[in-house]
């Protein structure tokens, strides 16, 4: 693992917005004591057990977005807000989904033995056509003899848009994709503009057999999909806001969150029962611990969808509120014992207010955390709209990352823990009652130094 060093040293000038950054010709020398003091009166109260508890509840069935099981997730979280005493407010949504509609298989004239899944995209209509394999169909394993016939291609290595041009672009007329090793199923896949030919996909022990089946004889397959195509579905954010002490608002606005939908299939343990029980977790404590900053703790739904729940709710945000949003911390799979190490990912690849607060809290909590940079979680809405946003993630990501392995044997108890007491420390930095407005306070408890790792997700 290669890293670019870019050195830091984290001071006192935090900013809100776009403020100017306040310095100090001599700042005081940090006290170390009561920075602990004041971490403690959330991190102590910080159970792993808990943080357990509700891992396992969440990650009993899947929760796809538009599903009953995320309808379900959406109550119980809905609820723990409530009984922490927080104002609750359940955002529903409209998406597109996709409806695979009935796909079929068959070779030499016999109805094919496995499942048959619809790829997302996937054109309507039936070929019949001779099959032959391609390999994972890369532009220099596609043979020029694939015209006018089905390409049976292996998943893995290169995206699904690639393997499906390579093959329309040397003229076949169908796809059969069979699942790469080690990961079990058939649900996968997507076609995109253009590629205008039926797609489907099975799982890697009935493409190996068609495979072997091809290795003796000649194989005709036909290929169809039917009524597949777009539909309407309802997905739902969960918004619970606490005000601060009136005596003591600072008119800022910070705001925790997670996503609460899985894959298709998925328990979704990790990715992100593990971040939405972090999220619970920090606003049962916050709940009792006076802030002078209004808190805002979220989970959004259809993340796996292209990040449109927090992209919904984004948009919802008037500017008002927009300009008092101080900092958004997102939690997204924070429990895997078999991951890398913790790494805060901004859109940019560039600092941030939320990067330094974590820096700051992990090297009193634990050790100092590293960026990156990375998108494709909920940060990405709140960094478009010119707020500091950042991803707490552990990275390189496990190996049964969006599979139904991904269960809650698979989660240590210790990096739910160390990740949710970092997120709690680096947000009541900003929101305990001795520190004023940003622009105005000496945040930082010394110098930190954190550097940029390109460690990859």
Do not use: C
């Not at 609750?88 to 070779?107: H, K, L, N, R």
């Not at 049962?284 to 802030?291: G, Q």
């Amino acid at each position: 693992m290669s890293k670019k060093a870019i050195p830091f040293m984290l001071t006192a000038g935090l900013v809100l917005g776009s403020a100017p950054a306040v310095t100090f010709a001599d700042p005081p020398p940090p006290n170390e004591q009561a920075d602990h003091a004041f971490d403690n009166k959330v991190i102590k109260k910080i159970s792993a057990e808990r943080l357990y508890e509700r891992v396992d509840l969440l990650s009993k069935h899947p929760r796809e977005a538009g599903t009953q099981g995320e309808y379900e997730a959406v109550q119980y979280i809905k609820s723990e807000f409530e009984s922490y005493g927080y104002e609750t407010e359940v955002q529903p949504f409209t998406f597109q989904a996709w409806d695979g509609g009935t796909s079929t298989i068959s070779d030499n004239g016999s109805e094919f033995a496995g499942a048959v899944h619809t790829f997302n995209g996937s054109v309507n209509g039936t070929v019949e056509a001779p099959l032959e394999y391609v390999g994972l169909a890369s532009a220099e394993e596609v043979p020029d003899t694939v015209s006018g016939k089905i390409a049976l291609i292996e998943r893995g290595e290169i995206s699904f848009y690639e393997k499906i041009q390579n093959v329309i672009d040397k003229g076949a007329v169908g796809v059969i994709m069979f699942n790469r090793e080690g990961t079990e199923g058939n649900d996968f896949g997507s076609t995109y503009e253009g590629q205008d030919i039926p797609a489907v996909a099975i799982d890697r022990e009935s493409g190996l057999s068609l495979v072997n089946q091809l290795q003796s004889e000649e194989v005709t397959a036909e290929v169809s999909v039917q009524d597949a195509g777009p539909i309407d579905q309802t997905s739902y954010n969960v918004i619970a806001t606490m005000k601060p002490h009136k005596n003591k608002d600072t008119g800022q606005i910070v705001t925790v969150g997670a996503h609460h939908d899985s894959v298709a299939g998925g328990p979704g343990a990790n990715d992100d029962a593990s971040g939405v029980s972090g999220v619970l977790e920090l606003a049962k404590i916050m709940a009792k611990t006076p802030t002078d900053t209004e808190l805002r703790f979220m989970t959004f739904g259809a993340e796996e969808k292209g990040l449109l729940g927090s992209y919904h709710y984004v948009s919802t945000l008037k500017d008002d509120e927009i300009n008092r949003i101080a900092a958004h911390f997102q939690m997204d799979m924070i429990g895997s014992r078999d991951s890398g190490d913790l790494i805060m990912f901004t859109p940019d690849g560039e600092k941030n207010l939320v990067t330094d607060l974590g820096a700051s809290a992990g090297a009193r909590v634990a050790e100092v955390v590293e960026y990156g940079q990375l998108g494709r979680s909920d940060h990405v809405p709140f960094y478009m709209e010119g707020i500091p946003a950042a991803l707490f993630i552990h990275a390189p990501l496990e190996p049964w990352y969006h599979s139904p392995q991904d269960t809650l044997d698979k989660i240590s108890k210790e990096k739910l823990k160390e990740t949710t007491e970092i997120v709690g420390a680096a947000v009541y930095r900003i929101a305990r009652p001795d520190t004023p407005a940003l622009e105005n306070a000496r945040v930082a408890p010394g110098p930190v130094h954190y550097e940029f790792d390109d460690r990859p997700l």
